[in-house]
């Protein structure tokens, strides 16, 4: 988070002093950091330089298409799980063969739009699934290129909302059913099984999950490779965890070292989906304090900005750090909860947070909210999202606009006879 940095007393991004954006902006806002996004990028690609991968960045964590652009720009390819995905992808230009899209439920309508645009890899989840691309692909004379997920049954240590490849979870195949589809691979024709893909949960510190996993793999494409099946495509998925609070995960340099050796003994070319390690330290989310409320247990900073806005600490109890966007003297540390103002009892932005106390009209920085922040935002309470700034050196560019009340009543309509008058009087 070095490209979020107290100047002075004044808390930047880049160089760009926060408190400035929210006079130009309001409150709540979420900042990105151009050179921190470019830097993780970049991170990861030197990392692995030696067998130069297809990072395609996981566009579930951040979406925004100014977010998209720039990484693409860089080379990045995307992973989607979506047609909207897909549809936010195509709109950044990103060329379709750097396009991966992964999914347990994809729809026969996405699929369809899939194999229209000629995507790189389907991350094919079932054999129904695989089944369907294969009918769809039939009618439309196409011959995708599909790599399988397979369960390897790894433990990730991480929240178990967010681990993915243990036995009793519903993504991947596991590597009986899966060696046999590559056994098989005629029968599935025109699709093309060409690759393998992993994805075993998401902020994961340490390598040794990833190692385990991958020597799995290794173990399966290597017994396939026997039987005369050759596999091109290696797909490690994303998980690669950041700093939130104490946790100490591998650097991008650490992970290469780990895992390279196993890699260079797979024929097959790399492609990794970050979508945390990239976005998440580089953005973070700017909200107002309303009112310091004392009750005789508690004391409660209530801010603009709850969980309609950045959900995580609500939905897995995750930590996010605090810094005041002034920094004042060192005022003593009052044992508080940072909470939103919507009406649930789980929405806290932090629980039983030592912060220097601020007073209302303060502004509050919530770091580690580039990914899974703006993404999972809704309008519950009917709140209207709040505005996406990027920041490149001193400039700032609102790359979405905070919506408006009339943004809260877009696309919804009241039937004719609710308009008429009196008609409740006629039904009652
Ligand atoms: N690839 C696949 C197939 C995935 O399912 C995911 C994340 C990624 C890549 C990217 O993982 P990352 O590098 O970002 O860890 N909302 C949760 C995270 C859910 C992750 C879902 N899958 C959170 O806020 O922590």
């Known amino acids: 988070m070095h490209d979020f940095k107290y100047r002075g007393r004044k808390l930047c991004c880049e160089r760009l002093d926060l408190a400035s954006i929210a006079e130009r902006v309001g409150t709540p806002f979420y900042c990105y950091s151009q050179k921190s996004l470019l830097d993780h990028f970049n991170k990861l690609k030197r990392a692995f ?12 964590a951040n979406s925004n298409l100014a977010v998209l652009k720039l990484l693409t720009r860089q080379g990045a390819g995307l992973d989607v799980v979506s047609g909207g995905e897909l549809y936010k992808a ?27 645009e000629d995507i790189l890899l389907f991350n094919v989840e079932s054999v129904p699934e695989l089944e369907l691309i294969q009918r769809l692909a039939r009618r439309l004379k196409k011959r995708p290129r599909v790599s ?3 369960n390897v049954e790894v433990d990730p240590r991480t929240h178990r909302y967010i681990a ?28 093309e099984l060409v690759g393998v893909h992993i994805h075993i949960g998401s902020q994961i510190t340490s390598g040794s999950p990833y190692a385990q996993a991958l020597r799995r793999v290794a173990s399966f494409v290597k017994d396939l490779k026997k039987r005369g099946v050759h596999i091109p495509w290696l797909n490690v998925g994303g998980g690669l965890g950041i700093i939130y609070h104490d946790e100490r995960p591998q650097t991008a340099h650490a992970f290469a070292r780990r895992v390279l050796p196993l890699l260079k003994t797979l024929p097959a070319r790399l492609i990794m989906e970050p979508g945390r390690f990239i976005a998440g330290p580089s953005g973070v989310l700017v909200t107002r304090v309303t009112t310091v409320k004392k009750t005789p247990r508690k004391t409660f900073i209530i801010v603009d900005g709850g969980m309609s806005d950045l959900l995580r600490p609500s939905l897995y ?5 605090i810094w005041p966007v002034r920094r004042s003297s060192n005022g003593p540390r009052v044992e508080c909860d940072v909470v939103g103002p919507i009406c649930e009892s789980g ?7 030592k912060l220097a106390l601020p007073g209302s009209g303060d502004l509050l920085s919530v770091l580690g909210a580039g990914a899974y922040g703006f993404v999972m935002a809704s309008n519950y309470n009917s709140r ?20 408006t009340y009339r943004d809260l009543v877009r696309g919804e309509s009241i039937p004719a ?8 009087k006629r039904e009652a």
């Open 49 to 60: 330089r030696s067998i130069s991968p297809l990072i395609c960045f996981s566009m579930k």
């Open 90 to 116: 195509r709109r950044v230009g990103v060329p379709a063969r750097r396009i991966v899209y992964a999914s347990v439920g994809k729809t026969e309508a996405e699929i369809v739009y899939a194999l229209k």
């Open 148 to 150: 399988v997920r397979l």
């Open 164 to 191: 993915t490849g243990v036995s009793t979870s519903k993504f991947g195949l596991d590597l009986k059913s899966a060696r046999g589809l590559f056994l098989n691979s005629r029968h599935y024709v025109p699709a």
């Open 317 to 321: 109890g995750a930590y996010h750090s």
């Open 347 to 353: 929405d806290f932005l932090a629980r039983d947070r």
């Open 384 to 403: 209207p999202r709040p505005p996406e700034v990027l920041v490149n050196g001193s400039r700032m560019y609102v790359v979405r606009r905070r919506e």
């Open 417 to 424: 006879y609710l308009r008429e008058a009196g008609s409740g």
